[in-house]
């Protein structure tokens, strides 16, 4: 019910990546928002990386020494 009317932005493409080419894991600027996306093709290979620190975030726990480098804010200026 607290999402009726809510909008969203879809955008599709062949793979999602990010200019330095890492994938975006953790808080996003939005409160209570997690990302885990723009993997590209190692999405396989960083799979279980990726779900152990989506579960440190929703835990609160130490998401780990790659969390700074995955961090989806480290674009913002």
Known sequence: PELAG???SIEVGVRAST????PLVGESRTAGVILA???R???WLLAPLVADMV????TGADP???????DPRR???
């Open 19 to 22: 200019p330095d080419g890492l």
């Open 6 to 8: 809510a909008s969203a």
């Open 37 to 39: 996306a723009g993997a």
């Open 75 to 77: 674009f913002e200026g």
């Open 41 to 43: 093709r190692n999405g």
């Open 64 to 70: 780990g020494e790659d969390a700074a480098a995955f």
């Open 55 to 58: 579960a440190a975030y929703l």
